[in-house]
């Protein structure tokens, strides 16, 4: 993942250091965002956490509730599902 932390030229040395190239990446907020779902997926997995579970968990964070409130977070729906296909494509790579 250091797609996500090699993105600026402070970190030049970290991504050099592990041998990652380009050494800064630009920004790209799809893929960071498509990462960012494989992470939270990864978590609930590792701590055995099943789906229904992982799903109940993130209907309990504040603006990812899928709720006319939530119309502020205009992503949150969108987070929410790519964190359950990301979880559903992982279970199913174990």
């Keep these: ?3 996500l932390s ?3 030229d402070d970190m030049k ?3 050099e250091a592990a041998g990652f190239d380009p050494p800064v990446r630009k ?3 799809d893929e ?3 990462m960012l779902a494989e992470l939270d997926a990864a978590y609930f997995l ?3 956490i099943d789906r ?3 799903e109940y968990i993130l209907s309990t964070f504040q603006g990812m509730k899928d709720e006319s409130t939530a ?3 205009t992503h949150a729906p969108t987070q929410t599902q790519a964190i359950l296909e990301a979880f559903d494509r992982l279970s199913a790579a174990k």
């Design 32 to 34: 960071r965002a498509e």
């Design 52 to 54: 229904a579970d992982a």
């Design 71 to 73: 119309a502020t977070f």
């Design 6 to 8: 090699c993105t600026a």
């Design 46 to 48: 590792l701590y055995g």
């Design 27 to 29: 920004w790209k907020a």
């Design 13 to 15: 040395p970290l991504a």
């Design 1 to 3: 993942m250091l797609k």
